[in-house]
């Protein structure tokens, strides 16, 4: 059974760091293409970001770009991503998902396996 665990969210004050982890099992994540996206409440799914098969990485939402890294870990069959400076509009349930490439925007109808979503509460 393919599945994706994420994990790493909480709680931090606005400029924190957090790292979230996407755990693959059933399958291999070099195998597939990963990608992060959030969803806050009253508001529809936004990709992040996506990390191909090559390890070649694209941004999709502006707002994240330069704060957010995204990366992954083959030994630990393991995708991460990193948040630095953290806002108050960061703040939303976060999910890793996988596909068989990136696509050119952040679709979540390209996405057919996805993690059960982690919480991310950027507050003071």
């Known amino acids: 059974e393919v599945q994706l665990v994420d994990s790493g969210g909480g709680l931090v004050h606005p400029g924190g760091s957090l790292i979230l982890s996407c755990a693959a099992s059933g399958f291999t994540l070099d195998d597939y293409a990963i990608a992060w996206f959030r969803q806050a409440p009253g508001k529809e799914r936004e990709g992040l970001s996506c990390?191909?098969?090559?390890?070649?990485?694209?941004v999709w939402a502006d707002s994240v770009n330069g704060r957010f890294t995204i990366s992954k870990n083959s030994a630990n069959n393991a995708v991460y991503l990193q948040m630095n400076s953290l806002k108050p509009e960061d703040t939303a349930v976060y999910y890793c998902a996988a596909s068989h490439g990136c696509p050119f925007s952040g679709r979540t109808s390209y996405f057919s396996s996805w993690g059960q979503g982690t919480q991310v509460t950027v507050s003071s």
């Open positions: 990390i191909d098969t090559g390890d070649r990485t694209t």
